[in-house]
């Protein structure tokens, strides 16, 4: 039993030699004779040049097809979420105790429809307070002006007894004591006029002033009742009865799920090509696909990702897409001429750029630098070949540029 993996050993031994040491002898034994004259022709070539000269010598057999390039939409294309188009916490501005039962998370809501009513407390009597204040300092008004009529024909009567003492006084028929009192009574009218007036004035402020408390109270009381700012989606339970709501305290969460917006970041290097109002679709992670159009794009980059950010609006009528889905977004973009091939025949040159190799001149592989513009489930779509290309499917990880290839040509869809 022990003989058999000594004999393995020894056997791996003699290969591992031949394939390290005797590699070129290999070589020239797997190509055949034109292989050594090849070798022979060559002088001081290195192997890799040996190898491409003895395989142009004998073709090796590739698969390819010819491919014609298309005009294809070279879409824009993120990974991005969904996110309700609009969302807010409804919160109370007064503190009370909730006087309403609770809604469930979950309801549909309309704008204007009832959340949460809180108990008013002593607020009608405060209301009632400052109406009543508000009509006593209406009282006031009539009063004033009344006082004010007076004084100004107090004012006039001492005004036509201090010229008639002037007059009097010029022919000295009137003392000079007279003259100053009935100047000394014209003073006392004018300060009148303007103690009424004051008190008018007074008294349309007194007016202002309760009716300012009036709206106060009645704000207050319009605070108990919070209404759903728009239609929506319940997010969470409403306040439960009989809990103290303070101000600032939540009251409910509404979202608006219709329309719902598709949100993704745009590199920089991508950005010009995105316009709004441009068509866009998304596949969402549950396979559904969508479709909608460019509703803003950032104008602003984010400082850390250098990304801008863009939003489409998508119909959401049966609120079926939800919040925070996770989306594949393709923004629609000017088109390209472009090549539909299998992924399988994507390659790697000894530079590590991704490329593919052709069938060139004369049968000879080339090797051209490719540019990938979509990734589909049956195949890629890449820029970079020309309008024709025979690209090589099967066998391209098996030769090198320059090689002699005899290639077998196979339809595109095959």
Known sequence: MRLIPALTAILVTAVLYIAVFEREALIAFALGDNAAEAQETAGDEPPEGQVVAAARANPIGVVAVRSVAQEIDSAVVLRGQTQADRQVEVRSETTAIVSSEPLRKGRFVEA??????????????????ATARLAEAETRVPESQAQLQEAMARLIEARINDNAAVKLSADGFA??????????????AEAGVESARSGLEAARSGIQSAQAAVAAAEKEIDRLTIKAPFAGLLESDTA???????????????IQLNPIKLVGYVPETEVGRVEIGAPAGARLVTGREVQGRVTFLSRA???????????????????SIRDGQTADIFISADGAMAHFLPQSALTL??????GLRVVGDNSLVRFVNVEL??????????????????????GQDFVV???LVEATYRETTE
């Open 112 to 129: 204007g429809e009832l959340l949460c009513r809180l108990d008013p407390g002593t607020r009608d009597a405060s209301l009632a307070e």
């Open 175 to 188: 003392s000079e004591t007279r003259v100053a009192a009935t100047q000394a009574a014209v003073r006392a």
């Open 401 to 403: 540029e320059g090689v």
């Open 240 to 254: 439960e009865l009989g809990s103290l709501m303070q101000a600032g305290g939540l009251c409910a969460t509404v």
């Open 373 to 394: 513009l979509r990734d589909t489930v049956d195949g890629v779509w890449v820029s970079g070949l020309p309008d024709e290309a025979d690209v090589i499917v099967v």
């Open 301 to 319: 980059a984010d400082p850390t990702t250098r990304t801008f950010q863009v939003e489409i609006a998508v119909q959401n009528e049966d609120l």
């Open 349 to 354: 040159n000894g530079e590590g750029e991704l």
